[in-house]
């Protein structure tokens, strides 16, 4: 018997209207996702979109001779699959689950019929996908122009944002893949980074020591993508959505 979705852990399925929610509860079912295991191919059509609840997926970016680059995460925060509702159906990125754990699934057609209904759902979503363009841009403007230190510090506090705790479970190789470099370079910058007491790193676990200098460490792309997220989809933000489409689904109308 497949695993119903009950509770809001996802913070776009949470907030949604509870008209709009109603809808889509019979249909999200709960799976849970193994590290390293593939969503979707590069290219491939789009059957489900997934929104994370204690999991996160990698959107790489893939070249012709197998390398890969990480150009956005997801996790609580968002919905993976947003080429399906942008026109697409199916997606340029390979969809890697980076942290196991839990999300849950929708039928792609359902949430098209959702998206294209207009009104919360279709918002919510376009305000979502703003802010995965604004990772995406800020994600390629850093392995340009900042140093791998810098990056791995973005990583891993991009890892923590969407985790419960301070370790990720991550081996030198997997990061590697996700920023597009050699493993080497990895190992030699977590080590300077373990040197100066930010992190530790036992058999594939890398646990955040002092978070604080790990985001004086990182660059300013960390900050940047995380304020363009608050500002489009912060609790305060989405409370006040919520509030108003709920009054308005009710047919409440107050004045100012």
Known sequence: MRALYTAPQNKLLA?????????????????????????????DVLSHVYFPTTSIVSLLYMMEN????????????????VSLFMGGQSTPSRMLVRSAGQAVRLDASLMMRGFNKGGEIQ?????????????????????????????????????????????????????????????????????????????SYRRGHIKVLDRDQLEKHSCECYGVVKAEYARLLGPKNLAQRLYWAERTDLGVVDGF
């Open 15 to 43: 907030a949604l209207p509870k008209a709009d929610l109603a809808l889509w509860l019979p249909h999200l079912e709960v799976v849970k996702l193994e590290r390293g295991s593939v969503l979707c191919e590069a290219g």
């Open 66 to 81: 197998g390398a890969s680059a990480e150009i956005a995460v997801v996790g609580c925060e968002g919905v993976v699959g």
């Open 123 to 199: 918002h919510l979503l376009l305000l979502y996908t703003q802010a995965l363009i604004t990772q995406m841009t800020q994600t390629a403007a850093c392995n340009q122009h900042h140093s791998l230190e810098q990056q791995l510090c973005r990583c891993l506090l991009q890892g923590l944002d969407r985790l419960s705790g301070d370790e990720i479970a991550m081996t030198h190789e997997v990061l590697a893949n996700l920023l597009g470099v050699r493993r080497e370079g990895v190992t030699e910058a977590a080590g300077r980074l373990q040197t100066a007491g930010i992190i």
